[in-house]
């Protein structure tokens, strides 16, 4: 099951510099995407989300476009801090109000001081 | 902020043991699931619980596992008869909604090892 696809296994980024995640789905009809945030030893947190009527969301440091011709996704953190060094996880919430979300591989951020 | 409580952290159990693991939703949330992990691996759905029903599971869901919310507190998953690809992180999540957007709440995890 490939349908949400982050192909960057890690990423590494300056203490304040920007952080741009990536995420890729194959299927059109997903209502909802979402970002988590997982730290060592602890479930994922929810971070951002967006519906699949808008291209922007924005909250503080944390921004997720999308763009729904490419089937992609990506989130970013600006500027990016040693405490954003985490797993990132992108997830799509299907049609129906399941509650049931699809993840991806995960992106392993982090930012170095 | 509440939390999802999820106990034990880590189970150690030999080849065809039952297994359940315990979870404590958030006190007012109404819909249920357990996702796991294998290393190095997705986050899998494994099942979705409401109203004392399975709502929705997943083809890695099949008849050696079950759910259960024996009182008005706990959600429980049962693993009748573990294999050695069982192992992985178990995560409990809850929520108020299943509206595509609502969020999920997670627990810490229970990292199940079969030997």
């Known amino acids: 099951d490939q349908q949400v696809k982050q192909n960057s296994p890690s990423l590494s980024v300056q203490e304040g510099r920007i952080s741009i995640l990536n995420c890729d789905y194959t299927n059109s009809m997903f209502d909802y995407f979402l970002w988590y945030k997982k730290y060592p030893a602890e479930g994922p947190t929810f971070l951002i989300s967006i519906s699949s009527i808008k291209d922007k969301n924005e909250d503080g440091r944390f921004t997720v476009f999308l763009n729904k011709s490419a089937k992609h996704l990506s989130l970013h953190i600006v500027p990016s801090q040693p405490g954003d060094s985490a797993v990132y996880f992108c997830?799509?919430?299907?049609?129906?109000?399941?509650?049931?979300?699809?993840f991806g591989q995960g992106t392993t951020l982090q930012v170095k001081p | 902020e509440p939390e999802v409580t999820q106990t034990p952290s880590h189970q150690v159990t030999q080849m065809g043991q039952e297994v359940i693991l315990r979870c404590v939703p958030i006190s007012n949330h109404l819909y249920f699931y357990w996702y796991r992990q294998i290393l190095g691996q997705k986050v899998e759905f494994l099942v979705s619980?409401?109203?004392?029903?399975?709502?929705?599971k997943s083809e890695i869901f099949d008849d050696q596992f079950s759910v259960e919310r024996p009182d008005g507190s706990n959600f429980t998953l049962k693993i009748r008869s573990t294999k050695l690809e069982d192992s992985a992180m178990y995560f409990c999540a809850s929520n108020l909604d299943r509206a595509a957007n609502e969020k999920l709440f997670f627990g810490s995890g229970t990292q199940l090892s079969v030997l």
């Open positions: 619980f409401y109203n004392n029903e399975i709502s929705e």
């Open positions: 997830a799509a919430s299907g049609s129906g109000n399941t509650g049931k979300l699809i």
